[in-house]
C-alpha cells in the first residue's frame, strides 16, 4: 500500500493526435440518438477549440462551450 497521494489526472484534447493539456469542455448530443438532457463532452484545447466546434456545429451537435475545470459532465 502506498502513502503517495493520488495522482490528478490531466485532460488531454480530443482532436486526434492532440496531447495539450484540455482547457474546454464541448458539451454535445446527437438528437436522434440521446435525450435532449444528455450530453457528452469532448475536451479541445485553445487551439481546437474552433475547429473541433466547427465540427460538432456543422452536424447540430454542439449545445455549449465551457471551461473544462468545472464542467458538470467530467468526473472530477
Known amino acids: 500500500m502506498s502513502d503517495a497521494p493520488p495522482i490528478d489526472p490531466v485532460r ?3 482532436a486526434r493526435g492532440c496531447r495539450a493539456a484540455a482547457v474546454w469542455a464541448l458539451r454535445w448530443n446527437n438528437p436522434r ?3 435532449p438532457e444528455r ?3 469532448w ?3 485553445t487551439p481546437h477549440r474552433e475547429s ?3 465540427f460538432l456545429g456543422a452536424r447540430g451537435f454542439l ?3 465551457a471551461p ?3 464542467s458538470p ?3 472530477t
Open 68 to 70: 473544462a475545470d468545472g
Open 63 to 65: 449545445r455549449e462551450i
Open 33 to 35: 440518438l440521446h435525450p
Open 73 to 75: 459532465t467530467l468526473d
Open 39 to 41: 450530453r457528452k463532452t
Open 43 to 45: 475536451l479541445a484545447c
Open 52 to 54: 473541433l466546434g466547427d
Open 12 to 14: 488531454v484534447c480530443s
